[in-house]
């Protein structure tokens, strides 16, 4: 009989994946998302981390080749509030990280905090 894999054994296999200067970058986003909300729920879907609140899925770390996105479902109704996001589709927003820089973690941390917010009312 198969067993369910554990989410957070999911969540490690997605570091260990990853290249050493693209885990440093997504392990500091996670750490300021999840000190941000820490009621967020992980999960690995589309081969990038999800951040979930009650089944909804809020943001995610997509990794590629000279950064990482921290991209928001619902980020078209953060994107007045916060100019810092990129994209210009329905929805979808994001803040880049390159890789072997700090992330801004204030920023990101608000972020997630007006992301959660949103999702709650």
């Known amino acids: 009989m198969r067993s369910p894999v554990r989410p957070a054994a999911l969540v490690a296999a997605?570091?260990?994946a990853l290249l050493p200067e693209q885990r440093l970058t997504a392990q500091s986003l996670q750490r300021a998302v999840l000190e941000a909300a820490p009621e967020l729920e992980q999960s690995v879907k589309w081969g990038n981390l999800v951040f979930g609140l009650r089944g909804q899925n809020l943001m995610a770390i997509?990794?590629?080749k000279?950064?990482?996105n921290l991209q928001f479902f619902q980020g078209a109704g953060l994107a007045a509030r916060f100019p810092q996001?990129?994209?210009g589709g329905k929805g979808l927003?994001?803040?880049k990280c390159r890789y072997?820089?700090?992330?801004d973690e204030p920023l990101i941390k608000a972020l997630v905090r007006a992301a959660?917010?949103?999702a709650a009312a």
């Open 66 to 68: 000279g950064h990482a």
């Open 85 to 87: 996001l990129e994209g």
């Open 93 to 95: 927003r994001h803040v």
């Open 100 to 103: 072997r820089q700090p992330i």
């Open 116 to 118: 959660v917010e949103d």
């Open 62 to 64: 997509v990794t590629h």
């Open 14 to 16: 997605y570091f260990d």
